[in-house]
């Protein structure tokens, strides 16, 4: 079946830092990949998608390409602020997966003054 | 603010208890979701409804039951629970079913179990 691998977290980072959240994946068919953020005390809310391979996906001076080679979706930032400190979700879905998202386990950036 | 309102934001419960969870939407969404968020752990998805018709039981446990009175809100009941199923429970919407739209959240229910 479909999974989501992401790099364990906590990620700790200092303002302006450069930012990589990698995420690998297993699907049967040709997913689409997004990135979830989650704010403190707050739900989930899509920050960026790809629907094919070599498309690159990008919000807020995020943004992450789809790598059909090496099935990842690594997530990339050049210059992190203390408020991009959340928890971050990769995820796919496919039709064999009824377009259901498959989210990984979460990445925590941690982002100091 | 998504659209998607869970109350309560907190509930503590003991293992004979029965509480319900609420899951409000009025983004005239057709699809309404539950997910478990423990820790350490990938989101896990419980049931999804369709225009009120479950369509997707992802092997969880009786003492989990969903209900969809109609399209706009959804509950899950709960009985007889553990303390593994301490976690925030996580609503959410999208326009249709199976269809590659995004998902619309809610903040979530934080569950502790006794």
């Known amino acids: 079946g479909d999974s989501v691998t992401q790099m364990e977290g906590p990620v700790t980072l200092s303002e302006e830092a450069f930012l990589t959240i990698n995420c690998t994946y297993t699907?049967?068919?040709?997913?689409?990949l997004f990135w979830y953020v989650q704010y403190p005390g707050e739900g989930l809310q899509l920050l960026l998608k790809?629907?094919?391979?070599?498309d690159k996906g990008s919000n807020k001076g995020f943004e992450a390409t789809y790598r059909k080679e090496t099935t990842s979706f690594h997530l990339e930032k050049g210059s992190v602020q203390v408020s991009d400190s959340a928890v971050y979700f990769c995820a796919l879905s496919d039709e064999g997966g009824s377009y259901i998202p498959t989210f990984g386990r979460g990445t925590s950036l941690i982002v100091h003054p | 603010e998504t659209g998607v309102t869970q109350t309560p934001r907190h509930l503590v419960m003991g293992m004979t208890n029965k509480k319900s969870l609420k899951c409000e939407q009025h983004?005239?969404?057709?699809?309404m979701y539950w997910y478990k968020q423990s820790a350490k752990k990938p989101l896990e998805l419980m049931f999804v409804y369709s225009l009120e018709e479950r369509v997707e039981n992802n092997s969880v446990p009786s003492r989990f039951s969903p209900e969809c009175p109609n399209s706009s809100h959804l509950f899950l009941h709960l009985h007889t629970l553990q303390p593994e199923d301490s976690a925030l429970y996580l609503c959410?919407?999208?326009?249709?079913?199976?269809?590659?739209?995004?998902?619309?959240f809610g903040s979530g229910t934080q569950l502790s179990v006794l």
């Open positions: 790809a629907t094919k391979a070599d």
């Open positions: 959410a919407s999208s326009v249709d079913f199976a269809t590659n739209e995004k998902l619309f």
């Open positions: 699907a049967t068919g040709y997913p689409s």
């Open positions: 983004l005239g969404h057709n699809a």
